[in-house]
């Protein structure tokens, strides 16, 4: 148990629909990052908030954003639901700072869009 | 921008070696990390280099090699257990830290 949730495990919604994911890091890390990862694929980073702040952002799509509130907890909202948008969505969080390279990662949240 | 390339597959025998191989190309270097994923799980670190050397945790070592701009993963006495997909990731420095993760290795260890 790496210390990080994400809720729904898993989420089936139909084309067009805007879904919710919600991620808690462990317990004082200040960073948290998204990233998808769809069928055979590898783990594509999507947006890094840290502390509340948007750090960077990778290859997330307009019809996506998320959030950093401020008791840490994040939420990445996908919107127009496309098929090709089914994939793993995986929630990590870090201590931040130069400690970014050990990152923890949530159990994921399996979206099916049908 | 950066960019990593794995071998896609590997497979060997219980309580064998393997090495898994990852060159990169990037930005502002600081490390080089691993991870480990099993099927549908999450995925698990494993090891981080940020200088050149072999690094040892338990039946696991990792390697990197700054100059070659290539890394590493060995894992030693196999284990059934040890099949997985495994992740070599690289940090790119600046003021938005983020890693870059390789497409994967998919580890298969046969009986």
């Known amino acids: 148990d790496s210390g990080v949730t994400q809720t729904p495990k898993h989420l089936i919604t139909a084309t067009g629909q805007r879904v919710t994911l919600r991620c808690s890091p462990r317990s004082g890390d200040l960073s948290v990052y998204w990233y998808q990862q769809s069928l055979d694929q590898g783990l594509q980073f999507l947006i890094q908030?840290?502390?509340?702040?948007?750090?960077a952002k990778g290859n997330i799509l307009e019809r996506f954003s998320a959030q950093q509130f401020p008791d840490l907890h994040s939420e990445l909202n996908l919107s127009s639901l496309e098929l090709g948008d089914s994939a793993l969505y995986f929630c990590?969080?870090?201590?931040?700072?130069?400690?970014?390279?050990?990152?923890?990662f949530g159990p994921g949240t399996r979206l099916t869009v049908l | 921008g950066q960019s990593l390339e794995q071998p896609s597959e590997v497979t060997a025998v219980e309580g064998a070696i393997v090495q898994i191989n990852c060159t990169y190309q990037?930005?502002?270097?600081?490390?080089l990390s691993w991870y480990q994923q099993h099927d549908g799980g999450a995925p698990t670190f494993l090891s981080y280099?940020?200088?050149?050397g072999l690094e040892e945790t338990g039946r696991f070592s990792s390697f990197l090699s700054r100059s070659d701009s290539y890394g590493y993963l060995l894992l030693q006495e196999l284990q059934m257990k040890d099949s997985a997909s495994y992740f070599c990731?690289?940090?790119?420095?600046?003021?938005?830290?983020?890693?870059?993760f390789g497409s994967g290795t998919q580890l298969t260890v046969l009986p």
């Open positions: 280099n940020a200088l050149d």
């Open positions: 990590a969080s870090s201590v931040g700072g130069t400690s970014d390279n050990e990152q923890f």
């Open positions: 908030y840290y502390n509340g702040e948007e750090r």
């Open positions: 990731a690289v940090g790119s420095s600046g003021s938005a830290r983020q890693l870059t």
């Open positions: 990037t930005s502002g270097f600081y490390g």
